[in-house]
């Protein structure tokens, strides 16, 4: 008797799971679920919260500069634990940083925005503006960043990159933020999103390009530049690429084919040169 009462609760909980399995949904992976019906429902969400943020500035004067710019590219995220400014009547949430006194001019700034999001087609950057400032405060340079997508074999090489250049020994500090422009446009990224189909997965298209929208936060990565990230801003792609003729057609303008049109052209004028130097002795 003891023993049949375990064996009795076990056939009882295999009945209860085959029975469950009928009624319940198949399980997909994440990476093959579809996407949310509202793409932009982040991207409101954050501009929601970053407008009912109090600001705390609204003057370059009322900023603290006391970090120092790193030497390298650092990982900063800008979002509803970071403060709030108010710069010509836009609120965004801000870096600001003591420069380097004694970097030799002209010396490059680095920045790299990532995505923020889960799906390409509902992700969003932090796209910066940066603000050159003199010992008093006083602005002397004010720059939207475009930035400019790179794909590369790891998270320190992928991203939307964009730099500038530091040529004045008067630059002291650095602001970092997000004008209305920025928050308001677009960055090319070379790999469109996959459309999801019901019917099978392998109908995923990946055709095309496609713009990822600006966002009021997100990761951003700032600091001196160094090779590895000189190299991805050097090589990164800011938008389509002009449509060509096609390789062979660049190949038969470059160098000429015996058969191609330059080459027949040029065949006569060498026979003729020939037999003008040839004669009977």
């Not at 925005?113 to 796209?127: I, K, V």
């Not at 990946?206 to 600091?223: E, N, T, Y």
């Amino acid at each position: 008797m003891p023993y049949r009462l375990p064996a009795i609760a076990a056939v009882l909980i295999w009945a209860t799971l085959l029975g469950g399995c009928q009624t319940a949904k198949v399980l997909i992976p994440p990476n093959l679920r579809p996407p949310a019906e509202d793409d932009g429902a982040a991207l409101k969400l954050a501009e929601q919260r970053l407008q009912q943020t109090t600001p705390c500035c609204s003057s370059f004067a009322d900023f603290s500069y006391q970090t120092m710019l790193p030497w390298q590219p650092q990982k900063f995220t800008l979002g509803s634990a970071s403060m709030v400014a108010n710069l010509d009547g836009t609120h965004s949430y801000f870096l600001a940083f003591r420069l380097p006194t004694h970097a030799k001019l002209p010396y490059r700034i680095a920045l790299k925005a990532e995505l923020n999001g889960r799906w390409l087609h509902a992700s969003y950057l932090f796209a910066p503006t940066v603000v050159l400032l003199d010992d008093g405060f006083q602005p002397i340079g004010t720059q939207d960043i475009g930035l400019c997508e790179h794909m590369g074999w790891s998270d320190e090489t992928t991203g939307a990159f964009g730099s500038l250049s530091v040529t004045s020994d008067k630059a002291h500090y650095l602001l970092v933020y997000s004008s209305a422009a920025q928050q308001s446009g677009k960055t090319y990224w070379e790999q469109s999103p996959a459309t999801f189909s019901t019917k099978a997965t392998l109908n995923m298209n990946s055709a095309g390009s496609f713009s990822v929208p600006h966002g009021p936060d997100g990761v951003l990565w700032i600091g001196m530049m160094n090779t590895t990230y000189a190299k991805a801003v050097d090589n990164a792609v800011c938008g389509k690429p002009a449509k060509g003729d096609g390789v062979l057609n660049t190949l038969r303008t470059s160098l000429p084919l015996p058969w191609s049109s330059a080459g027949k052209a040029a065949e006569p004028a060498a026979q003729k040169t020939g037999s003008a130097g040839s004669g009977s002795p």
